[in-house]
């Protein structure tokens, strides 16, 4: 696979492509297996980062990656920039989670405790029988949802969304892409219904989601919402 390729399947499993980009890409995706297993590859590599609060390189990472580069060695100028390119993926994956850098206030004397304000976004990590279907993120203040998807076969029919609060009832969220990540606006109505301890789940649907108003089809994976 060209370097070409290797950064198309990397912007494709990070959502980064839109408009006439995406649908070339998706068309692809149909047809080239090799693609299709590199998007693999590349998903594989950055579920993991979804976890972590931050991303800190190892203790000498760039020293040692100049010690690399004689003058006019371009395999040893090719690692380098796929080393920085990893780290720019990471930096990627943490900013379309939704994850924000809070600078903590000054400790408040104990004579005057104050309740701590909610957390801004909201996580869950939505798994199934093959893995991690998809990661979201909700921004409490914004009120949209950040879909990434993993592992999220569709075939011919829709991923729908789905919020289930405490009264056990879910709420449609409307069918999400089963590829590319992306971010919009939750519905007005259900964004109180989004908090700590309620629970996302992915159902198989037909075309244009659920016809009855609740899950039809198979459940593909279910998570716990919890803070960022």
């Known amino acids: ?20 980009e995406r649908e070339a890409a998706v068309r692809r995706l149909g047809s080239d297996a090799a693609l299709a297993e ?5 998903r594989e590599r950055f579920e993991p980062l979804s976890a972590s609060d931050s991303i800190e390189p190892s203790e000498g990472l760039w020293q040692r990656i100049e010690s690399m580069l004689p003058g006019n060695d371009n395999t040893a100028l090719i690692e380098a920039r796929r080393w920085r390119a990893a780290a720019l993926a990471a930096t990627l994956v943490a900013g379309l989670l939704g994850t924000a850098l809070v600078l903590r206030p000054a400790p408040v004397p104990p004579e005057a405790p104050t309740a701590a304000a909610p957390a801004p976004v909201l996580l869950a990590s939505i798994a199934g029988e093959g893995g991690v ?12 949802l950040t879909i990434a998807p993993g592992k999220l076969n569709a075939g011919k029919r829709d991923a729908e969304l789905w919020i289930i609060p405490a009264d056990g009832t879910p709420r449609s969220l409307g069918t999400i892409d089963p590829v590319l ?10 964004r109180r ?5 309620a629970t996302f789940a992915i159902s198989l649907e037909p075309r244009g989601g659920s016809p009855t108003g609740l899950p039809t089809g198979p459940i593909l994976g279910t998570g716990k919402i919890s803070g960022s």
Do not use: C, F, K
């Open 133 to 144: 279907v998809a990661t979201i993120a909700y921004n409490q203040t914004a009120g949209d």
């Open 181 to 190: 990540a992306a971010t919009r606006p939750a519905r007005a109505n259900l």
């Open 193 to 197: 219904l989004i908090a700590q301890g």
């Open 38 to 42: 590199r998007v693999d590859w590349w």
């Open 1 to 20: 696979m060209s370097d070409e390729d290797d950064v198309l399947a990397g912007e494709i499993a990070l959502g980064l492509l839109d408009g006439p």
